[in-house]
């Protein structure tokens, strides 16, 4: 029942894209098509939720006669399926929402409409598909249109150049995904993920089918090394398809890694936990330090994804070494932190870049150094993303801060693993992601401080004004959403619940039952919070301090000019950059990782030219992994591309040759 | 009645922590004084300063937003939530399952992000400075601390500080080397958070050495007020977490009688006082570091901290 409805919001998602095919020209086309995507999306959330909260453990099914003749398209929902259909279509009805306004100022809008419902939809068939023709379809479909999104404004250098890398990193991930689900499916080629879950698989058939969906499901969801499109791509596309594809496309990629690893692979060795640690571990350092020393706010919300993607994997290393421990309730605890965070970054990530689409409606700008003093010009905006900003750095009482704390209480579990290599591992995977943390806190001083607060660093900033309300009521949606999550962060876990328990066989206990909405993972003596209980104290303690202040000593207030220790200088101009307050971290990881250089030029004394300062950042993952390849194929194109160029004769040939060449490696080998 | 208590012994610690956390800067500034064979402050003069401080009208600068005016009582009440729910003379605090050791840490986390955030809002470069050499510090204190709290806990088997207390008055904790390497780390990372030299230097007024100064350099009356008693609380609750975790003599247990809990009140403020004295002999042997020699120490904070939990990892007996 739910999934034949889930279809037929997918099916209305589909008709909407080809209709804005027809009607992209006119005036209206925005507002009908992104209405009609919310309301399709609204719906299919609502029965996803539906699923969720009323029966989780009851799968449903349907076989279209679509697709491989005798395969057919299988479509599932069980526990895991329908939270993330709830994830993909509140990201989806919120950033349609946001589209309705957002949508209007778009240069081409031929270019963005069509596309986008239909990469709703895509998501959505992935999320459902139960074998693997319709997974692989779905996928790649999801790939290509959302590489239509990028390629919105494909005019800008820049924009093709990501794309291109995006297509060439999706094909690789797709390849991958089709060799894996070949091994799966084995000789017999039993496609359903039911006769997949069914078959055996030797250890190293097992090890091989892991590495190409770590590398398949990785790459998509942008894990280090397999990035660099990332940071290009999700920045290019417009605001409100950069939150889908960095809020909820990066969680479709560790849905397809959960459903073939945790379900459909069986019980792979607990050395690949060691992998998944280490590359979490990689990607959350790199990925913050790297989000860190940007100046495009797109692109370091971008990068912080994949920091983002990293603890995740964090999350899923430790429940996959668990479960090969038959530790079975610390594999639910690592699990539910995972799955928590995934919740957690779609709500938050999806309302930064919202934000900062927000304020590139406003002003024009990406550049963080050319903005400034937003907060008075955009201060609901600015609202919204100080609390995504709040909520992105952990900290207590929103949402980001619960699924953080349960993946520490997941590595303060696990020095009951056997395994040596796990012993160090471990805690060494929780020192990075405590570092990564910390530093997410001082990206975002970054990006707040700089964008929304001080003194505009240029005209545009200063006359920016508010944008429309369907932004801000999609803004602010979500803003709601990470409080509620981090207040009462029961709910969210019993909601996942029954996904850990098909997942791994356990479960957490009853949230719900703990009295006054307190989170107890494992016993009470061991560790619990309420962020419910922590709010309320610091809002009774500020309120009261506020009251008696007021109340009993001064509350008057005088406006003055900045003090600056006696020194003020009128141009903004003489502000801390987003470079400079960078420059600290900047020269204490800066220098190992991206080998950075600093260079001064001053001018000679007397003279009165300008200074100049200049900073060299290297991206090693590129100029060691990816160039030399790109030089390759490039070198071998290039030799390649003199055949293009021969006589007919030669032609000719060329094809004798073959010919003999071939017969000849027939007689030796028979 | 046991509730009673418990909502007696919680608020009673919650006034204490805000009554005495002026006092124990006051000791720090006395004694250092004393030291440097200057006659120093009189005792209650942190008291005084807030006082003449919330009297005053604030003078705001005209560019300032209202994160500026809002920051100092979030940052305030944060540290005071967190420094509410560290035992200080009794363990059996009423809250203190709301809030385990790592969301102390993520409190004392939010209330320097506002503080950061709110040097940069006027838009000065000694905001600036300050906020961004903050988070750098922090950026380190912060996974440091984690590890000291990953330890404690492995050892307790319970990150609620409550029962990390309870288990460190037990008998078999004995001496081991990873709270050896805990405590030293711990004593850092609280050198650190408190702009204590050798990190920053809270009494000073030269711009291009400070942190903590720098940051707050726009505040003025009941503002500065709020975040100077912001950094006393945060000072108090760094000495009463070390106190509660590495000596925890005399910390009333629940159900005790009232002679206890006057016991236990004397013997904190003795400990306090021990402690004011230590770090005010500590700040004039060493001389202030370079800001960028900080990430060295605090890096070896870090890593002693993540020797000692990976000795908890190895063997538990360690």
Redesign the interface.
């Known amino acids: 029942m739910a999934v034949a409805l889930i279809l037929i919001c997918v099916a209305a998602l589909l008709a909407t894209g080809i209709v804005a095919v027809v009607l992209a020209r006119s005036l209206v086309a925005t507002s009908i098509v992104y209405g009609a995507t919310s309301m399709a999306s609204a719906l299919a959330l609502a029965v996803a939720l539906a699923q969720v909260i009323g029966a989780p453990g009851d799968p449903s099914a349907v076989i279209l006669p679509l697709g491989l003749p005798w395969v057919g398209a299988h479509f599932r929902i069980d526990a895991l399926s329908s939270l993330f259909l709830v994830i993909v279509n509140l990201g989806g009805t919120a950033a349609s929402l946001y589209g309705i306004g957002y949508g209007r100022h778009e240069s081409a809008p031929g270019r963005v409409l069509p596309f986008f419902p239909a990469f709703l939809a895509g998501m959505n068939l992935v999320v459902m598909a139960d074998d693997a023709f319709s997974f692989l379809l779905s996928w790649e479909f999801m790939s290509l249109v959302s590489w239509a999104l990028v390629m919105a404004h494909h005019r800008v250098t820049e924009n093709a150049r990501a794309g291109y890398i995006y297509l060439i990193v999706a094909s690789f991930g797709t390849l991958c995904l089709l060799l894996a689900f070949g091994l799966l499916a084995g000789p017999a080629g039993g496609y359903g993920f039911a006769e997949i879950r069914g078959a055996a698989h030797s250890s190293v058939l097992a090890a091989m089918i892991l590495a190409l969906v770590l590398l398949g499901a990785g790459s998509k969801a942008g894990l280090v090394p397999l990035h660099v499109w990332l940071p290009l791509a999700h920045p290019a596309a417009p605001s409100h398809v950069s939150a889908l594809m960095s809020g909820v496309m990066t969680k479709v990629a560790i849905y397809g890694f959960i459903r073939i690893v945790f379900d459909l692979l069986g019980q792979p060795d607990w050395g690949w936990s060691m992998v998944l640690l280490f590359f979490g571990s990689v990607s959350a350092l790199i990925g913050i330090l790297s989000a860190l020393m940007q100046q495009d706010l797109k692109r370091l919300l971008a990068f912080s994804t994949i920091e983002n993607i990293g603890i995740i994997f964090i999350g899923l290393g430790l429940a996959l070494g668990f479960r090969a421990n038959a530790m079975q309730w610390a594999a639910a605890l690592a699990l539910t932190a995972a799955l928590f965070h995934v919740f957690n970054h779609s709500l938050f990530k999806s309302l930064l870049f919202l934000g900062a689409g927000a304020v590139l409606n406003a002003t024009g700008l990406r550049d963080l150094d050319r903005m ?2 937003l ?2 010009r955009m ?1 609901v905006t600015a609202f919204a993303f ?1 609390a995504g900003a ?1 909520a992105i ?4 009482p929103l949402n980001g ?1 619960v699924s953080e ?1 349960l993946t ?2 997941a ?2 579990v ?2 009951e693993v056997p395994q040596w290599g796990l ?2 591992m ?3 995977a ?2 990075m992601m ?2 990564s ?3 997410v ?2 990206c ?3 990006v ?3 964008a929304f ?3 505009p660093r240029s005209t545009i900033a200063a006359e920016a004004k508010e944008v429309d309300r369907f932004s801000l009521a999609a803004m602010l949606l979500f803003v709601a959403l990470c409080l509620l999550a981090g207040l009462v962060p029961g709910l969210v876990i019993d909601a996942i619940a029954p996904a850990v328990q098909l997942l791994v066989g356990a479960r957490l206990p009853v949230q719900a039952q703990v009295p ?1 909405f ?1 989170i107890v993972p494992v016993a ?7 962020g419910l ?2 709010f309320v ?3 009774l ?2 309120s009261f ?2 009251v008696l ?1 007021h109340r009993f ?2 509350r ?10 006696g020194f ?2 009128p141009s ?1 101009a ?3 950059s987003g470079g ?6 900047r ?2 990881f800066g220098s190992l990782l991206f080998l950075a250089r600093e260079q001064v030029e001053m001018p000679p004394p007397g003279d009165t030219g300008a200074a100049r300062f200049r900073v060299e950042l290297r991206d090693l993952i590129w100029e060691t992994g990816y160039a030399p390849i790109a030089g390759i194929v490039g070198f071998a194109a290039d030799r390649l591309n003199r055949m293009q160029f021969l006589t007919i004769r030669r032609y000719l040939s060329l094809v004798f040759l073959a010919l003999v060449g071939l017969l000849l490696v027939l007689v030796v080998w028979l | 009645m046991a509730v009673i208590v418990g909502f007696l012994t919680q608020g009673g610690q919650m006034l204490v922590v805000l009554l005495l956390a002026p006092l124990l800067t006051g000791v720090v500034r006395k004694v250092k004084a004393r030291l440097l064979r200057r006659k120093g402050p009189p005792l209650l003069q942190p008291y005084l300063d807030l006082l003449r401080l ?10 300032a ?3 500026f005016r809002v920051a100092p ?2 940052i ?3 540290t ?2 967190a420094a ?1 729910l560290v035992p200080t003379f009794a363990t059996d605090l009423l ?1 203190s ?4 050791l ?2 102390i840490v ?2 004392l ?2 209330a ?2 506002f503080l ?2 709110a ?11 300050g ?3 903050e ?2 510090i ?6 440091a601390m ?2 000291v709290v ?1 330890t404690l ?2 050892i307790a ?4 500080l409550s ?1 990390v207390a309870g288990y460190m008055m037990s008998a078999h904790v004995g001496l081991r080397v990873s709270l050896g390497l805990a405590l030293v780390a711990l004593i850092m990372v609280a050198i650190a958070e408190n702009a204590r030299i050798p990190v920053d230097n809270p009494a000073t007024h030269l ?1 291009l050495t400070m942190v903590h100064e720098a940051m707050v ?2 505040y ?3 503002h500065l ?2 975040i100077e008693a912001a950094s006393f609380l945060k000072l108090l609750l760094y000495v009463s977490l070390l106190c509660s975790v590495f000596a925890p003599w005399g910390v009333v247990h629940a159900g005790a009688g009232p002679v206890a809990y006057a016991i236990g009140v004397t013997v904190y403020v003795v400990k306090l006082a021990v402690a004011g004295i230590l770090l005010a002999v500590f700040e004039v042997s060493i001389a202030k570091m370079r ?2 020699r900080v ?1 060295e120490f605090l890096g070896a904070a ?1 890593m002693l901290a ?1 020797l000692a ?2 000795l ?3 063997t ?1 007996s360690l």
């Open positions: 400034g003093g907060i008075h201060p100080l709040v750095s952990a900290l207590p801060f704390w520490f209480q590595v303060l696990s020095p012993k160090v471990v805690p060494t929780g020192a405590a570092l943390a910390a530093l806190a001082a975002f001083v970054k707040f401080g700089i607060l001080g003194r006054w307190s009470e003596a061991r560790s619990s919070y309420n209980l922590v104290f610091i809002t303690s500020a301090v506020i202040i000593a001064s008057a207030i005088r406006r003055a000019p900045p003090w600056d220790c003020p200088d903004p003489t502000q801390y400079s307050v960078a420059q600290p971290i020269r204490v | 919330i009297r005053k009208e604030a003078v705001v600068a005209e560019n937003s209202w994160l009582y979030l305030f009440a944060a005071w939530v509410a809250f399952w709301s809030a385990d790592i969301a993520a409190l986390g939010s320097r992000f950061a955030l040097g940069m809002d006027v838009g000065t470069s000694f905001g600036g400075i906020a961004s050499r988070v750098m922090a950026s380190l204190a912060e996974p984690i590890m990953f806990a492995l088997g319970s990150t609620q029962t711009e350099l726009e003025s009356g009941r007020a709020v800001v960028f990430p870090l993540l939990t990976l908890m990892f190895m538990r």
